[in-house]
């Protein structure tokens, strides 16, 4: 039996989500961190290597890389492969503007 956790914070985009959490302490890199293709975390020395968070509420400390990050993160959404929801700590504008595309 899974414990339910309800996680509240303030929101960059309004909606609501539920899901499996795929929890990291390693900031994801967008550009060449991840496979738009399939929602996989593919960055070499990633915690989560292998693992995809498509439809999942992905909770990580934040982003890290360039402004590629929104574009990457756009891509798993027009690809199907998004996480369901991403819960953040630090809010910086690449992954403000990935929240929004």
Known sequence: MSATI???GRKVVGGRAEGEALV???R???WGGIDPRDGTIVE???E???VSFKGKVLVFPG???SSG???SFHLTRSMGTAPAAVLFNEMTTKIGLGAVV
């Open 28 to 30: 994801i890199s967008g």
């Open 63 to 65: 982003a890290k890389g």
């Open 69 to 71: 990050w929104s574009n």
């Open 6 to 8: 309800v996680i509240k």
């Open 48 to 50: 989560l290597r292998g």
């Open 44 to 46: 070499t020395r990633h």
């Open 24 to 26: 990291t302490r390693d």
